[in-house]
């Protein structure tokens, strides 16, 4: 049985690779998992061959490609490579090799190894929007998940020739995602990916606002969003549904996520007041602006070279605290459970911590995330962070990728919930 990992460096991953036109993308992924230090495995189907050659697999892999269970015999091939497998990532996955993966067909290498294998299974269908809509695959991705195996949404797009609808690949970045978040996902007994999050909704906030000064200017922060987005990640292969409200971020859409994009402290304030109600969790991992400009100006506020080295002054009020509002909203014992994030430094005084001790106690959230950020951790892979409950006091640490720290976090979340999510 695979053992949950900390990082995709010197694992084992399988990429099986269905015989779509998509394949194309998986190129870039087998590359992004080699660069991070995962030693791949690419099995193609027969078919996909058609698209894309067994010399691409070979070069990008540095492993000889096979299809067959009568090749690498001495070897048993089809056995070894699903036993070995860390993860399992199939994409792009058709139609037809999900029919096949849900009957149980072992007719070629990939569907002989997925037979094998106890690793996690994160397949990425891409197909038209007839054939990922007919009850058959439906009832297929249905089954299969049932069984543990994490199928993402297909996104939603340009599809071969003129069409367009869901049934789209996603982006290698995002799938690559998916690939961090699965490889530390906590498991179960059977070494399937615990599925603690099933049936429940999250709203997770992430990204920085922006204040507009004139039409030109705002005030920002260095806020990636990376945070909140490795969040989104971890709890959709956890089995959540999950509604993305994203200030000023420029990355691919966690596959099967809803996405709200948000400008500033004001339209993020209202995304939250409108959807927290509907939700089984409210994680507010935005950096939210603290002040905006009491009047933006309508125009571009000028430098004046008449008045030398002066500078205009611009007034300023405080924004909403949404984080506050949301728990006292929310009353007693109610949903969604709430998590807030404290980037912090020392001043006046006391420490980071003690900071955000005192922020926990004044802000009431059920856990609130803190780090030091004195040393800069903005646009960085890796994380370190304390998790306070209500009370400011301890209950968790984690240092690592901001994938591990994600998972750190619903691992405590998922304790603080109610035991019927609000779906049911």
Excluded: C
């Excluded at 197909?127 to 199928?151: Q, S």
């Amino acid at each position: 049985m695979s053992l949950v990992k900390s990082t995709l460096a010197g694992a084992r991953v399988l990429v099986g690779v269905g015989g779509g036109i998509a394949a194309y993308k998986t190129a870039h992924l087998v590359r992004g998992l080699v660069g991070e230090g995962a030693d791949v495995r690419v099995v193609p189907t027969a078919s996909s061959l058609q698209f894309m050659g067994a010399a691409t697999w070979e070069a990008l892999s540095g492993h000889t490609v096979l299809t067959s269970v009568f090749e690498d015999v001495d070897q048993v091939a089809h056995v070894r490579f699903g036993q070995e497998a860390d993860l399992v990532v199939i994409a792009p996955a058709t139609a037809d090799l999900l029919a096949r993966m849900r009957a149980g067909r072992a007719d070629d290498l990939l569907t002989a190894s997925l037979l094998v294998t106890r690793a996690p299974v994160v397949v990425a269908p891409a197909m038209h929007t007839e054939m990922w809509d007919h009850p058959a695959t439906v009832e297929n991705v249905a089954v299969l998940r049932e069984r543990g195996v994490i199928v993402l949404e297909p996104a939603v797009g340009r599809l071969t020739g003129p069409d367009s609808g869901p049934g789209r690949l996603p982006e290698p970045a995002a799938l690559l995602e998916a690939a961090r978040a699965a490889i530390t996902a906590p498991r179960d007994e059977r070494g399937m990916i615990l599925q603690d999050l099933a049936g429940r909704e999250l709203l997770i906030t992430a990204g920085g606002t922006r204040e507009d000064l004139d039409p030109v200017r705002f005030l920002a922060n260095h806020s990636s969003g990376r945070q909140g987005w490795a969040l989104a990640h971890a709890a959709l292969v956890r089995g959540a549904r999950v509604l993305l409200a994203a200030a000023n971020v420029d990355l691919e859409t966690p596959p099967g996520a809803r996405r709200l994009d948000v400008g500033s402290a004001a339209d993020l304030a209202a995304a939250v007041t409108e959807h927290r109600r509907g939700v089984d969790a409210l994680v507010m991992a935005a950096a939210v602006a603290d002040f905006t400009a009491a009047e933006p100006s309508r125009e571009k506020i000028k430098k004046d070279e008449s008045e030398g080295d002066s500078v205009p002054t611009i007034a300023l009020r405080r924004t909403d605290d949404i984080l506050r509002h949301s728990v006292l909203d929310r009353g007693d014992g109610e949903r969604p459970a709430i998590v807030g994030f404290a980037a912090e430094t020392g001043g006046n005084g006391s420490s980071a911590l003690e900071l955000a001790r005192s922020k926990a106690r004044r802000k009431g959230a059920d856990l609130l995330v803190f780090n030091d950020v004195t040393a800069g951790v903005f646009g960085s892979p890796d994380n370190a962070v304390r998790i306070l409950d209500g009370d400011g006091g301890e209950v968790a640490e984690a240092t690592g990728s901001k994938t591990v720290v994600a998972h750190a976090v619903l691992d405590e979340l998922a304790g603080r919930l109610p035991q019927v999510p609000w779906s049911a």
